[in-house]
């Protein structure tokens, strides 16, 4: 689907509808419709072919499309097809092909970051109510991604350290588990604490997944109806403003991981 709408943007810069596009590459109309849909291929011939047609210059960008389009990966995340929301296998394959990683949580931690325990008791919560095999399928499903190898940054409000979004236990074992976590070379985790000021106004949850290219990042937002991929440069831009501001106000990663361990005694 990022590879669909970067065509269709590649078109679009050049001033060019779909009827002329498909003129210029020998096929119909309606097949460039279907390729800017996300649903059909297209080889590195036509993709090239296309990219020349639109003037576009960028070798490295072109590779990189063309990268996308020739990737045959059929990845563990395939397994859930047909049984979990396409949403959910688009986030597997967004982690899977991400560079790096910059979360924001306000409310709960991260699903990166979710002991078993907490993301049942996440999952228990949804409405409309899981059937059992839903929620086992949404529960290993979210264990399955915590492959995490990539540079991870993520920033957790004191909100979400506290909110027992199961037991008390459940929430002790997760801030231990977080206080581990934040040790992994990869990963840096920050706490903004209820008592720090100039929070105002970066009080966003989100999650930037950086692509091979900065123009193919991609940041995820939660919705009633699921996640919402944003990939325009305007957005983007905000968001990666947004989030050095969020980091600008956390603590130091020691001491938010020394606050994550009193807090887990406080508990």
Known sequence: MRLATELRRLREAADLNARQAAALLGVSPAQIT???????????????????????????????????ATDRTRGWWEEYRGLLPTSFLDLSELDHHASFRRDVAILYVPGLLQTEQYARAVFSSRLPELTPEELELRVRHRMAR????????????????????GNRVGSQTQLASLVQLSEADNITL??????????????????????SLSKLDTVVRDAPH???????????????TRFRKVQAVSIEPERSRDFIHRLAKEM
Do not use: W
Not at 47 to 58: E, G, I, K, Q, V
Not at 153 to 164: D, F, P
Not at 190 to 211: C, E, H, K, N, W
């Open 34 to 68: 279907h390729i800017e849909s996300g649903l059909a291929g297209v080889s590195e011939k036509r993709l090239r072919r296309l990219a020349s047609h639109y003037a576009c210059t960028d070798e490295e960008f072109i590779d990189t499309l063309v990268a996308m």
């Open 146 to 165: 915590q492959e995490i190898t990539i540079p991870y940054e993520v920033v957790i409000h004191e909100a979400a350290l506290r909110i027992r979004v």
């Open 190 to 211: 920050r706490v903004i604490p209820f008592d720090l000021d100039g929070f105002a106004r970066a009080s966003s949850t989100m999650q930037y997944v950086g692509g």
């Open 226 to 240: 699921g996640s919402v991929f944003i990939d325009s440069e305007a957005q983007l831009n905000a968001y990666r």
